[in-house]
């Protein structure tokens, strides 16, 4: 079983920058797939970044303001968020693919980013 914790929401105003972690426990770190994905009020849940190998995907309207990373080292992934922007306002999720075929099934408890204009 693998825990998902994020951590480093919070509320700031637009064009500032915030940092995301998440810390996943419960197997072996560096072979998971590791994504962020968030909801607004009253919205589905929507992809916005993974980061799987050495390779990294995000959604078009986060391209070119967040970068995901990861340190194997502290089984940590981060989501940088720069130029953020009042439509970036949603729980922050973190999603890990533990490769077991089931795709990303372990999931965090979500962490509150609140962007004012």
């Known amino acids: 079983q693998v825990q998902v914790v994020e951590s480093g929401g919070g509320l700031v105003q637009a064009g500032s920058s915030l940092r995301l972690s998440c810390a996943a426990s419960?197997?072996?770190?560096?072979?998971?797939?590791m994504a962020w994905f968030r909801q607004a009020p009253g919205k589905a849940r929507e992809f916005v970044a993974e980061?799987?190998?050495?390779?990294?995907r995000y959604a078009p309207p986060v391209k070119d303001r967040f970068t995901i990373s990861r340190d194997n080292a502290k089984n940590t992934v981060y989501l940088q968020m720069n130029n953020l922007k009042p439509e970036d306002t949603a729980v922050y999720y973190c999603?890990?693919?533990?490769?077991?075929?089931?795709?990303?099934?372990?999931w965090g408890q979500g962490t509150q980013v609140t962007v004012s204009s």
């Open positions: 999603a890990v693919d533990s490769n077991t075929g089931r795709g990303y099934d372990s």
């Open positions: 419960g197997g072996t770190f560096s072979n998971f797939d």
């Open positions: 980061i799987f190998g050495d390779k990294t």
